[in-house]
């Protein structure tokens, strides 16, 4: 009986655990598993470029993500957001956020919950559209989040404005597949059609594509 490898085993539950009492006290919808491959793919992902965020409400996924980067001395997070809610978190919608109704905008708390954890140097938030932050966006990216608008219009506008910054050996991470209507048409679409990226790992309700072509 190998007991190294019990051993390493633990120390990686206990690090799951470690970040999901951490990250998890951000409210949010990322399943910690979620939240978990994206630590991974911050730390240890592959290609040599930025790490960019869309969609990032009060921080849950850019914890997960700069804890990643931070744990690998790798590069900051881009946290691109106008942090004004997306549709479903107005008053009335399906996911009214008590934040917005309050606040009016979700920027302080989440630069707050960045600080309580210790990770808001790790991070670069881009207060914008993603329409306005992708006009200006020069650099090549290795890491792709896309979670903003879950609209089928919205994500596709997304993935066209961001992907081309994609490195090959880069990935693209969709939230929210098989939960909301508009992105999960959008992907499947999407992975039906192009040939410069592929399917390389599904998480709960995140799909990873990879670029395989320039």
């Not at 965020?53 to 900051?76: D, M, P, Q």
């Not at 630069?111 to 993603?130: I, Y």
């Not at 608008?149 to 050996?169: I, T």
């Not at 410069?196 to 709960?204: D, G, I, N, P, S």
Request: hydrophobic letters at 35%.
């Amino acid at each position: 009986m190998n007991f190294r490898n019990y051993g390493l085993r633990l120390e990686e539950v206990a690090r799951f655990l470690d970040l999901q009492q951490r990250c998890c006290s951000i409210e949010g919808w990322l399943h910690p598993v979620e939240g978990y491959l994206l630590h991974m793919l911050a730390a240890e992902g592959p290609g040599v470029g930025e790490i960019v965020e869309i969609g990032s409400y009060l921080g849950r996924s850019t914890a997960f993500l700069a804890s990643g980067s931070n744990s690998a001395r790798r590069e900051k997070v881009t946290a691109v957001d106008h942090f004004r809610g997306s549709p479903e978190q107005q008053p009335g919608q399906s996911h009214e956020s008590k934040v917005l109704q309050d606040e009016g905008t979700t920027l302080p708390r989440f630069l707050s919950n960045l600080q309580r954890l210790k990770l808001a140097d790790q991070v670069t938030p881009v207060q914008a559209s993603s329409q306005d932050a992708a006009r200006t966006w020069t650099k090549p990216i290795r890491l792709l989040f896309i979670d903003g608008d879950h609209a089928y219009e919205a994500s596709r506008r997304d993935f066209e404005l961001w992907s081309p910054f994609v490195v090959p050996g880069g990935v693209v991470c969709f939230h929210d597949i098989g939960s909301w209507p508009g992105v999960t048409q959008f992907y499947h679409e999407l992975i039906k059609s192009t040939q410069a990226f592929k399917e390389t790992m599904a998480v709960c309700s995140v799909r990873v594509v990879e670029r395989i072509r320039p």
